[in-house]
């Protein structure tokens, strides 16, 4: 395991060192600059024709022209529930724990740049999908970095990629926080945790993914919203101490010695990097994975879907991480040795009224973890199928449920790092991909906006 350990360190620090953080933010720029600032313009007309429509008119959704397997609202509530998961509680516990307060200031940065590259990443998903041999529509970026870029071979690179990715990121984390919480809190040990797990989630993975969006579309908005109101309660609660709360965050952001101390040794780069690397584990925007998820979604128009992205990392990182952090910062707690889950549960226990806060991490922290343990298992059967084709797809759910079981008594530190390790390694040609199809984007944004934007005009003015 130190061996591991240690060769994994080794790839991180080059993945995650300079170049690859100026590559995510100029990647994010570019992108918004080319489409026009796509993620803080017409937020009424996002909202209308995402949320708003999807639950006025979900009727209508479900039966929209054009090829799919589940509705529009749906595909994105997996999406959400795979982006809304264990990042959103442990991953900014770990981030802060190990780069301190200001990792929090760069998760947003990230994110506010992320919202274009995801709109990006969902549209292209869409375009490139296509059927498959048991007659499901499967997309992602190994089908428009292979059809798109013309390059098939490189496409296979970022499927493998894909298989090793959905593992790491939820079969082993997610299972792993899941079977932390529940120990932290009811002492049960690691293993019975993941042989539960396992069972639950091979019942929900055999159905396929109609099941899986069904699922999502019952857990997302319960799990998400719960998990709110008690982080925005201790805000509240502390509003007095928000204010120099969020100076320790952003101090800590440009000058972390200020904030730890000297001999914490922690340097601006590093904050960056711990901040960056969890923010993207927590909301995947450079990843690719939710056009995997959105290439299912019975839509005419990609650009409909491509609607969906800015608001995902918003409702994950600028909403839900920040909640997260935030409490852990008030809390004082990130300056003591908890870590992960324990870190979110300690802060919820010490600031919520009673002792009762760190059951609300426990509840969030499996329905979080469960909704992505189903949602990761699609994004490696759509890996394996770009692969092999649909025959297979048995021995993938095996493997799958075989993982949890591993993840559940993995030790944390590697974990995260591991994790870290996959996504610098998966956005690198998937950014590439981006850059190159970007005005093929641009082209179909401006052309639906053109038609679009004023019939939203003329509606409000009704």
């Not at 006025?56 to 022209?65: G, L, M, N, P, Y």
């Not at 918003?314 to 040795?337: A, E, H, K, R």
Request: net charge neutral; hydrophobic share 55%; charged share 15%.
């Amino acid at each position: 395991m130190d061996v591991i350990a240690t060769v994994n360190g080794a790839i991180n620090d080059f993945v995650w060192g300079a170049p690859a953080i100026i590559l995510i933010m100029g990647v994010g720029l570019f992108l918004t600059i080319r489409l026009k600032g796509v993620q803080f313009r017409n937020w009424g007309f996002l909202i209308k024709n995402t949320y708003v429509k999807a639950f006025k008119d979900a009727k209508k959704e479900a039966s929209d022209a054009g090829e799919g397997e589940i509705s529009s609202f749906q595909a994105a509530m997996a999406s959400v529930s795979a982006v809304v998961g264990s990042g959103n509680i442990a991953g900014v516990a770990t981030a802060i724990a190990s780069g301190g307060p200001g990792a929090l200031f760069w998760m947003i940065i990230a994110a506010l740049v992320g919202m274009a590259t995801k709109f990006a990443e969902i549209f292209l998903g869409v375009s490139y999908r296509k059927k498959a041999e048991d007659g499901s529509l499967v997309g992602g970026p190994m089908y428009y970095i292979g059809a798109g870029l013309n390059a098939k071979w490189l496409g296979k690179i970022v499927a493998v990629l894909f298989l090793f990715f959905s593992v790491v990121i939820s079969a082993v984390v997610d299972t792993n926080t899941i079977a932390g919480a529940v120990e932290e809190t009811c002492g049960v040990a690691p293993i019975i945790t993941g042989i539960i797990l396992a069972i639950v989630t091979a019942i929900v993975i055999f159905g396929g993914i109609t099941r899986i969006g069904e699922v999502c579309g019952l857990l997302s908005p319960f799990m998400a919203g719960a998990y709110l109101l008690c982080g925005l309660l201790i805000i509240v609660l502390n509003i007095t101490a928000v204010p120099a709360a969020i100076g320790t965050i952003v101090k800590a952001a440009f000058n972390p010695q200020s904030v730890l101390g000297g001999a914490a040794g922690i340097g601006v780069m590093q904050v960056m990097r711990y901040g960056m690397a969890r923010g993207i584990f927590s909301n995947e925007a450079g990843v690719g994975s939710a056009a995997v998820t959105h290439s299912a979604a019975k839509v005419d128009n990609p650009m409909k879907q491509a609607l969906w992205g800015p608001l995902e990392v918003f409702v994950d990182t600028i909403i839900v991480c920040t909640v997260t952090g935030l409490s852990i910062v008030l809390s004082g707690l990130w300056t003591t040795d908890l870590d992960g889950v324990a870190l979110t549960m300690g802060a919820f226990r010490e600031l919520l009224p009673g002792n009762w806060g760190h059951f609300v991490v426990l509840g969030a922290s499996i329905l979080f973890g469960f909704s992505c343990l189903i949602t990761f298992y699609n994004y490696m059967e759509k890996g394996w199928i770009y692969l092999f084709g649909s025959k297979g797809k048995i021995l993938v759910k095996i493997i799958w449920i075989i993982f949890i079981i591993i993840g559940s008594y993995s030790t944390l530190g590697i974990v995260w790092d591991l994790a870290d390790t996959c996504n610098g390694i998966i956005i690198i040609p998937n950014l590439i991909a981006l850059v190159v199809l970007s005005g093929k984007v641009v082209k179909a944004k401006n052309e639906f906006y053109e038609v679009e934007i004023p019939k939203y005009e003329a509606e409000k003015k009704q």
